[in-house]
């Protein structure tokens, strides 16, 4: 186990196709290659088909197992070992899971999430598979694993059972799931409000957004207000992470509430109110969207605000069409 600060943005391992001039192929391919070649038309001519149908054969399969490869089935669970965690606090932690290859993601589109699966002993009667979704923390962007941030509470099922995964270990996991299917532009405006862990799906969207900026070779344009609630100051998982993102990016803005503030706090206090919404979050138009995500008494609190200001009554369901979503 190890504690350390994660980058706001992933820049390891970013899953982009390998430009076919890189140096992975120039070293593992085309200079062996030539080589060979170069070799056989030296020592012996008669050899040169045989030597170009092997140059063939194995520039073949490079170029193939250097290809990205999505490893998620949305029908059938499959086991992830566990290569490292992480400890932010002591009930919360992130979890690396190897994938098969350094060249594999999730397959996981931005804003959907997965399922995890455990069979856990019960009060009464045999041990259960019991299963519960969760958004990783890593994106597609990010080849060979991925990361999940989770809270372990003392009533959890799945999450206490993570808390006891031991490095090696493997997790049951299958894909995608959710309504919700990110991409750029999809309104001008997000209004954002988490509550814990539920800050783990508006991440992955807000760094999807950034990636996307025209000063990155994108074209996305989205402006982005985030309402995180919390307890204790101590509680706010990944605020490093969220004020990198807000230093390095105008288009995103970040506003911290607190129960329990301690001295001298210039954030929010209790618990997250229509007022609050009114002035740090977009007003309703058909350009924006409110997002949700939080203990269930949460979302069933911003819910009834979010209509009390104008938005449109959540569904009990979301759809991506709608514009208040809860995950």
């Known amino acids: 186990m190890a504690t350390k600060n994660f980058p706001a943005v992933a820049t390891k391992n970013e899953a982009k196709p390998i430009a076919f001039l890189s140096r992975q192929y120039i070293d ?3 200079i062996p290659s030539g080589l060979l070649l170069v070799g056989c038309a030296i020592c012996k001519i008669d050899w040169m088909p045989y030597a170009v149908a092997l140059v063939v054969a194995l520039g073949s399969w490079k170029i193939y197992i250097n290809q990205v490869k999505k490893v998620l089935k949305p029908d059938t669970f499959q086991e992830f070992e566990l290569k490292e965690k992480t400890i932010l606090s002591p009930n919360t932690a992130i979890y690396r899971f190897n994938l098969p290859t350094m060249n594999s993601i999730l397959g996981l ?3 959907q999430h997965i399922s995890v699966a455990a069979i856990l002993p019960q009060p009464e009667g045999p041990p259960k ?6 958004t990783p923390i890593s994106s597609d962007e990010n080849r060979g694993y991925f990361d999940l941030l989770i809270k372990s509470y003392p009533t959890g099922n799945i999450s206490k059972h993570m808390a006891s995964l031991k490095i090696g270990q493997t997790l049951k996991v299958k894909g995608p799931k959710g309504a919700m299917v990110y991409t750029p532009n999809l309104v001008k405006r997000f209004g954002m409000i988490a509550g814990g862990t539920g800050i783990t799906p508006m991440l992955q969207i807000i760094r999807a957004i950034i990636r996307g900026r025209p000063k990155n070779g994108g074209t996305d344009t989205t402006e982005v207000d985030l309402i995180f609630a919390n307890v204790n100051k101590e509680d706010i998982l990944l605020k490093e992470d969220l004020d990198a993102l807000a230093e390095e990016d105008k288009g995103f803005r970040v506003h911290y509430v607190l129960n329990n503030p ?3 706090w210039d954030g929010g206090v209790g618990f997250v109110t229509a007022d609050m919404i009114k002035a740090k979050l977009p007003p309703p138009s058909s350009d924006m969207k409110i997002l949700i995500c939080g203990p269930p ?12 200001l104008g938005y449109e009554k959540a569904r009990p369901v979301s759809k991506l069409v709608d514009q208040v979503f809860c995950f």
């Open 28 to 30: 593992g391919v085309y």
């Open 109 to 111: 589109p931005i804003g």
């Open 129 to 134: 598979e019991t299963v519960r979704s969760y």
């Open 262 to 264: 301690p001295e001298k």
């Open 297 to 308: 008494p949460m979302i069933s609190a911003m819910k009834k605000a979010a209509e009390s």
